[in-house]
């Protein structure tokens, strides 16, 4: 079953690292929208806000896709998902238009919280720079 699960971890990474690493590279790019949107969102000093977020997203992300210090990206992943969540997905303060679309992106968040969560209690498996 060893194997199985060092695969699971594998491919959990991989996934993981697909979702954050290409948003954090797009803020990079698009890092005058991005600080226009968390602006837009009341966040406080929105630069910087941004600059941690490129430095969570792709900088995590790529600690999590090669599974280096992974339970310390972990750890900032889970810290970084539970501030903006309920700031940029606040789906109980936004218009009723906008209501379904926030409350799926709300919980998806959750979901993926929970998932590092998970890579925090069990680590990332063998086949990662840790070899836990």
């Known amino acids: 079953m060893s194997g199985q699960n060092d695969f ?5 990474r991989i996934l993981l690292a697909l979702l954050f ?10 890092f005058s929208g991005t600080v226009g949107y968390i ?3 009341g966040v406080p000093l929105p630069e910087a806000a941004a600059a ?11 600690l999590v896709l090669i ?7 972990a750890l ?3 810290v970084y998902l539970i ?7 606040g789906f109980w ?13 709300f919980w998806k968040n959750m979901g993926i919280l929970g998932a590092f969560f998970l890579l925090l209690a069990f680590g990332p498996g063998r086949f990662s720079v840790d070899r836990q």
Not at 83 to 89: A, L, N, Q, W
């Open 76 to 78: 900032a992943f889970i």
């Open 21 to 30: 690493v290409p948003a954090g590279f797009s803020t990079i790019t698009g």
């Open 8 to 12: 699971a971890a594998l491919i959990g």
């Open 93 to 105: 303060s936004v218009p009723e238009a906008q209501k379904m679309a926030q409350e799926i992106s």
């Open 83 to 89: 501030v903006i969540t309920p700031i940029f997905h």
């Open 67 to 73: 599974g280096w210090k992974t339970r310390w990206a």
């Open 39 to 41: 602006t837009s969102q």
């Open 52 to 62: 941690i977020r490129i430095l969570i997203e792709l900088g995590g992300g790529l």
